[in-house]
């Protein structure tokens, strides 16, 4: 079913906020002294902002989906994202945070890539 341009608005702010803990997460890593685990989190950061960004372009487009169910799945990633962001703030499985990070991104990606 087709997207309606306030729900489009609701899923843009989702998405844009998972950019922003995205680089969040690069930069605690770097405070962490993790240049190269920042460095990928960064590289995956970049295909989401990309994706949003293309995602922005096409507004005026016709979305396909359920806008209920892609808002409610971004929030729940955000969340997961968040905790993995608290889990290497305090130092907790640092290396499997970060896997986990970088996949909960690219799940992020793929939500962008089914909407149009």
Same mark, same amino acid.
Do not use: C
């Given at each position: 079913?087709?997207?309606?341009?306030?729900?489009?608005?609701? *899923?843009?702010?989702?998405?844009?906020?998972?950019?922003? +803990? =995205?680089?969040? =997460?690069?930069?605690?890593?770097?405070?962490?002294?993790?240049?190269?685990?920042?460095?990928?989190?960064? $590289?995956?950061?970049?295909?989401?902002?990309?994706?949003?960004?293309?995602?922005? =372009?096409?507004?005026?487009?016709?979305? *396909?989906?359920?806008?209920? +169910?892609?808002?409610?799945?971004?929030?729940?990633? $955000?969340?997961?994202?968040?905790?993995?962001?608290? #889990?290497? $703030?305090?130092?907790? $499985?640092?290396?499997?945070?970060?896997?986990?990070?970088?996949?909960?991104? #690219?799940?992020?990606?793929?939500?962008?890539?089914? *909407?149009?």
């Amino acid at each position: 079913m087709p997207i309606s341009m306030t729900k489009k608005q609701e *899923i843009i702010q989702q998405l844009l906020a998972s950019k922003t +803990k =995205a680089y969040q =997460a690069e930069v605690k890593l770097l405070l962490k002294q993790k240049p190269a685990e920042a460095n990928e989190v960064k $590289n995956h950061g970049k295909e989401l902002s990309r994706r949003i960004d293309n995602l922005i =372009a096409e507004t005026m487009s016709d979305w *396909i989906g359920n806008s209920d +169910k892609l808002i409610s799945d971004v929030k729940l990633i $955000n969340k997961k994202v968040q905790r993995s962001i608290n #889990d290497i $703030n305090n130092n907790v $499985n640092i290396a499997g945070n970060i896997v986990k990070l970088v996949g909960f991104i #690219d799940e992020l990606v793929e939500i962008v890539d089914g *909407i149009t």
